[in-house]
């Protein structure tokens, strides 16, 4: 799996969040997701771990989006990492 570049800025966004959305992890700040995102992939988590991974595909695919979305990733990015 590749790991996504956290500081570098990008043209177009998956869900139109802005670059300043990445979390900078190279200058030590901390990433503060909005609560409701946490909340949400929590409980999408939650639902995988219940059902011991099986038949959770579409939870999984919710989780990667959301957390392709908190970290800015273009969809070439993207594309990139599920390749």
């Known amino acids: 799996m590749i790991a996504p570049s956290l500081s570098s800025p990008t043209a177009s966004k998956i869900g139109g969040t ?14 503060a997701a909005p609560i409701a995102e946490r909340e949400a992939v929590s409980r ?14 579409a ?4 989780i990667g ?3 392709a979305r908190l970290y800015g990733l273009t969809a070439e990015e993207l594309a990139a990492i599920k390749r």
């Open 18 to 31: 802005s670059s300043t959305s990445r979390c900078a992890a190279s200058s030590g700040s901390s990433c």
């Open 65 to 67: 989006e959301r957390v």
């Open 44 to 57: 999408l988590a939650q639902v995988c771990l219940d059902a011991h991974g099986v038949g959770v595909a």
């Open 59 to 62: 939870q999984e695919a919710e």
